[in-house]
């Protein structure tokens, strides 16, 4: 036969087991309990507009961080010309009575568009509304320097080797430098170098 301490034994724990079931049970429904409430919570919160928050475990990543908004780009103009300038914009060849356009790079007779006119032997005619500087520098200067220049009106006398910076009639800040000058005294022409900044 089974000793009465054995049958005590048993029935602590069975005891204890239905306790352990009871307090296991009620946790359970506490916590469905709660989730039945913070449904029904946001439910009439949604139904009366006003905003949810998900619980933090259940919030997507991509939802708690900012998202950066895309930027404009604006262009920063470039302050100083290349060293030494391309090809294209050395060794111009222009003959007395001839007219250069910076903005188009072009050598013409005077017309409506061209920037500066070799009107006479050794000297710039400003025209259309261009500028040149007759304040020259000894180095090639930067943009804002020709942005911030002193222009005057008239004709100007092309030295060799000094910066001379230009507005032209299209608005394009530059510099020009005479390199020499053509043929013997009175001279013929000149031979510059330009740069327009963009």
Known sequence: MISSRVWLAVLLLLTFILAACAVTQSSIETAVAQTMQISL???????????????????????????????????????????????????????????????????????????VWLAEPGLFRQMNGAQVSGYVTMTAPTRTYCVEGRYEPGDLAVQTDLYMCFISSDGRIGFVVARSYLGAIPFTGIVFDYWVFE
């Not at 475990?57 to 900012?66: K, N, S």
């Not at 908004?69 to 060293?83: D, R």
């Not at 030494?84 to 790079?105: M, Q, R, T, V, Y």
């Open 41 to 115: 919570l946001e439910t009439a919160a949604a139904e009366a507009g006003l905003p949810t928050r998900q619980p933090e475990a259940t919030q997507p990543l991509e939802a708690t961080m900012d998202t950066p908004q895309p930027t404009e780009t604006v262009a920063v103009p470039v302050e100083i010309a290349p060293e030494p300038l391309p090809a294209s914009a050395k060794g111009i060849i222009l003959n007395n009575g001839e007219c250069f356009n910076f903005d188009n790079d072009q050598v013409t007779a005077p017309d409506t568009e061209c920037d």
